[in-house]
C-alpha cells in the first residue's frame, strides 16, 4: 500500500518507517524540515521525502489537499495537536483514504481514577495539551461511528528511546536525575514517591501502528493505548535504576510545596504534570483487537535509553 506519515521523522518515525518499508509498503514521509531520524537505516533510501510547514499550509488552507493530493492509502498523522487542525484534514480525506491513524495520547485521560485505566473510562483532562487530544480523539472517533471515515487512534505514553532524555524517576526530563543515582547520591521524590507514570518505547508504538493497520476491521473507530505492560512509581522506579547502577537508593521524600523548590521552574512543572495524572493505563483492549505485544517493559526501555545516554557522553557515571 501506498503509506503517507506526516511527521515522520520523529521518535516513533525512526522506528516506524523502516518497519513499513520492511513490509513491501511505498512510503511518504513529510516534516517540517529536513532532520534526520534518530537512529539511521537504509530503509529511508527508499522514502520519498517531502518537505512542508504544516501550520503555513494550514493558515492557508493549503494542507489537507496537498495531503490528499498524493494519493496515499492509509495517512498516518503524527503532529495533530488541535481539533481545527483534525477537522481540516478529515474533510480533505474524506472518501479518498483506506485508513486514517492518529497519534493521540494518554494525557487524553486526566488523573486515574481506576487503575488500570482502560480507554472507555470517563475522561476528564486538564491543561490544554490533553484536553485538545481528548477533543480529537472524540471527533475522530465519532467521524468513524457515524460517517464512515476510517479512523484509529493510538495513545502512547511517556515515550522512551536512543538519542534522546526519558522521563526520569523524579518526573522530568533533567539526565542528571540519573548521575545523581548512578553516584549512589541522595535524590529527593515529591511526597512518597508513590505517584505512578507509563512508559512506552517509540519501537512498540511504531508496532501499535503496524498492527493497527494489519488489524483495519477491528481498528477502524477505536482507540488504543500504547504503553509498556506495567506503570512504575516514582520511587520503584529510582530504586530500580539506582540498582541497575550497582548502587543502593538513598531516597528522601518531601511535600510537594518544598520538594518543587529543589528543582528549576520548568522541571517543577514537567513533574506537576506527570504527578498529577499519575498514569496507569491497561493494553488488554490493544492485546485483545490488534495483537499488540510490547516488547519492552518500562525499565527496559528507559534502560536501553540511558545507555545511549553514558555511550554518547550525554551524561556521566
Known amino acids: 500500500m501506498r503509506v503517507l506519515v506526516i511527521g515522520g521523522t520523529g521518535h516513533v518515525g525512526t522506528y516506524m518507517i523502516p518497519r513499513l518499508v520492511h513490509l513491501g509498503h511505498e512510503v511518504i514521509v513529510t516534516s517540517r524540515g529536513q532532520r534526520d531520524p534518530y537512529l539511521p537505516h537504509a530503509a529511508w533510501q527508499q522514502v520519498q521525502r517531502i518537505q512542508i510547514d504544516r501550520a503555513a499550509a494550514e493558515k492557508s488552507g493549503e494542507f489537507g489537499a496537498q495531503m490528499a493530493d498524493l494519493q496515499a ?15 481540516h484534514i478529515v474533510e480533505a480525506l474524506r472518501g479518498k483514504v483506506q485508513h486514517f491513524l492518529h497519534c493521540g495520547t494518554i494525557w487524553a485521560h486526566g488523573p486515574s481514577v481506576e487503575v488500570p485505566t482502560v480507554e472507555e473510562q470517563a475522561r476528564h483532562p486538564f491543561g490544554d495539551y490533553g484536553i485538545q487530544k481528548n477533543e480529537i480523539e472524540s471527533y475522530l ?28 524517576p523524579a518526573g522530568h526530563f533533567n539526565p542528571a536525575v540519573f548521575e545523581t543515582l548512578a553516584r549512589g547520591e541522595e535524590l529527593a521524590l515529591p511526597n512518597l514517591g508513590m505517584e505512578t507514570v507509563h512508559h512506552v518505547h517509540a519501537d512498540d508504538v511504531a508496532q501499535s501502528f503496524i498492527q493497527a493497520m494489519a488489524h483495519w476491521s477491528g481498528a477502524v473507530g477505536e482507540s488504543f493505548h500504547v504503553v509498556s505492560p506495567a506503570a512504575v512509581t516514582l ?71 540511558v545507555t545511549w545516554l553514558i555511550a554518547n557522553g550525554k551524561i556521566s557515571v
Open 235 to 305: 520511587r520503584g522506579y529510582a530504586e530500580a535504576m539506582a540498582a541497575w547502577f550497582g548502587q543502593e537508593p538513598k531516597l528522601t521524600y518531601l511535600p510537594w510545596e518544598e520538594w518543587q523548590t529543589t528543582v528549576t521552574p520548568e522541571e517543577a512543572q514537567a513533574t506537576w504534570d506527570h504527578i498529577a495524572h499519575s498514569p496507569n493505563c491497561s493494553i488488554a483492549k490493544g492485546r485483545r483487537v490488534i495483537n499488540y505485544q510490547p516488547r519492552y517493559a518500562s525499565l527496559q526501555a528507559v534502560q536501553e535509553a
Open 141 to 168: 472517533l465519532r467521524e468513524a461511528r457515524l460517517n464512515g471515515f476510517p479512523a484509529t487512534v493510538l495513545m502512547p505514553g511517556h515515550i522512551v528511546g536512543q538519542g534522546w532524555n526519558p522521563l526520569n
Open 73 to 87: 492509502d492509509v495517512v498516518i498523522d503524527m503532529i495533530c495537536f488541535t481539533l481545527a487542525s483534525a477537522q
